[in-house]
C-alpha cells in the first residue's frame, strides 16, 4: 500500500496533499497552465501513486493527460455529474468548438484564447434562436472558471476581454468528435429553458 508511506512525507507535503484532494473533489479538473493550478499539477506528478490509491478508496478515479498538462477527477458511478442549465450547456458547447477552431492556428506551445465577444458570434453562427443575456453568460463564464476550464485575462463584462480556454475542457466533454458536438447544439437549442438533460463530469 502506497499510503503506508504517506508518514514519510514532510508535513508540508501531507498539507498541501490534502488540499488538492480537496480542490480536486470540488472542481473535478486541475489545469497544468492555470496559474493557481500549477503547482498542485507537479506535486500531483510527482506523488501520483499517492493520489491514485486514495481516490481509489473512495471509488474515484483521476486521468492524467500529460501531453494536455489535464487532470480529471470522476467518479466511477458517476456520483459526481454537474447537471448544467440549458444556458451553461451551450456556452460550455461554444467554448469547445471555439477551442478546437482555434486550436487549428495555436502554436503547440501556446493556450487556446478567444474574446468574449466570439461566444455571442458563434451564437448568431449557430443560428441558436434564443441569445444568451449577458448576466446568464457572466454567470457560465464564472462557473468554468471555477472548474478550471478557462481563465479571464481581464473585465470579462467586456466585448474585448481575452478568455484562455484550457485543455481540461477536452476531458469536460468527453468526446472529440466535433461534429458529435454540432449536434448537441442543434438538439439543445430546440428547448426553450428549464434545465438541461446534459451532464458533465
Same mark, same amino acid.
Request: charged share 25%; glycine share 4%; proline share 1%.
Given at each position: 500500500?502506497?499510503?503506508?508511506?504517506?508518514?514519510?512525507?514532510?508535513?508540508?507535503?501531507?498539507?498541501?496533499?490534502?488540499?488538492?484532494?480537496?480542490?480536486?473533489?470540488?472542481?473535478?479538473?486541475?489545469?497544468?497552465?492555470?496559474?493557481?493550478?500549477?503547482?498542485?499539477?507537479?506535486?500531483?506528478?510527482?506523488?501520483?501513486?499517492?493520489?491514485?490509491?486514495?481516490?481509489?478508496?473512495?471509488?474515484?478515479?483521476?486521468?492524467?493527460?500529460?501531453?494536455?498538462?489535464?487532470?480529471?477527477?470522476?467518479?466511477?458511478?458517476?456520483?459526481?455529474?454537474?447537471?448544467?442549465?440549458?444556458?451553461?450547456?451551450?456556452?460550455?458547447?461554444?467554448?469547445?468548438?471555439?477551442?478546437?477552431?482555434?486550436? &487549428?492556428?495555436?502554436? #503547440? !506551445?501556446?493556450?487556446?484564447?478567444?474574446?468574449?465577444? %466570439?461566444?455571442?458570434? $458563434?451564437?448568431?453562427?449557430? *443560428?441558436?434562436?434564443?441569445?444568451?443575456?449577458?448576466?446568464?453568460?457572466?454567470?457560465?463564464?464564472?462557473?468554468?472558471?471555477?472548474?478550471?476550464?478557462?481563465?479571464?485575462?481581464?473585465?470579462?463584462?467586456?466585448?474585448?476581454?481575452?478568455?484562455?480556454?484550457?485543455?481540461? &475542457?477536452?476531458?469536460? #466533454? !468527453?468526446?472529440?468528435?466535433?461534429?458529435?458536438?454540432? %449536434?448537441?447544439?442543434? $438538439?439543445?437549442?430546440?428547448? *426553450?429553458?428549464?434545465?438541461?438533460?446534459?451532464?458533465?463530469?
Amino acid at each position: 500500500m502506497i499510503l503506508e508511506n504517506f508518514e514519510n512525507l514532510t508535513m508540508g507535503q501531507k498539507q498541501f496533499f490534502s488540499e488538492i484532494c480537496n480542490k480536486l473533489l470540488a472542481s473535478g479538473f486541475i489545469a497544468r497552465d492555470k496559474r493557481d493550478n500549477k503547482e498542485a499539477y507537479y506535486f500531483i506528478l510527482s506523488f501520483k501513486n499517492y493520489f491514485d490509491e486514495f481516490f481509489n478508496v473512495i471509488d474515484y478515479e483521476m486521468v492524467l493527460d500529460r501531453e494536455q498538462g489535464a487532470i480529471h477527477l470522476f467518479h466511477r458511478e458517476h456520483k459526481n455529474l454537474l447537471h448544467l442549465k440549458r444556458e451553461e450547456t451551450l456556452v460550455l458547447l461554444i467554448l469547445r468548438i471555439l477551442y478546437h477552431q482555434h486550436l &487549428i492556428a495555436t502554436s #503547440i !506551445n501556446d493556450n487556446v484564447v478567444i474574446k468574449v465577444d %466570439e461566444i455571442h458570434e $458563434k451564437y448568431d453562427a449557430l *443560428e441558436i434562436k434564443k441569445k444568451i443575456n449577458k448576466t446568464d453568460l457572466l454567470a457560465s463564464l464564472r462557473l468554468f472558471r471555477k472548474y478550471n476550464l478557462l481563465e479571464p485575462l481581464g473585465d470579462i463584462t467586456q466585448a474585448a476581454t481575452r478568455i484562455v480556454i484550457y485543455p481540461t &475542457i477536452l476531458q469536460a #466533454i !468527453n468526446t472529440h468528435q466535433i461534429n458529435d458536438i454540432y %449536434e448537441l447544439v442543434g $438538439k439543445i437549442s430546440g428547448h *426553450e429553458g428549464g434545465q438541461s438533460d446534459e451532464e458533465t463530469d
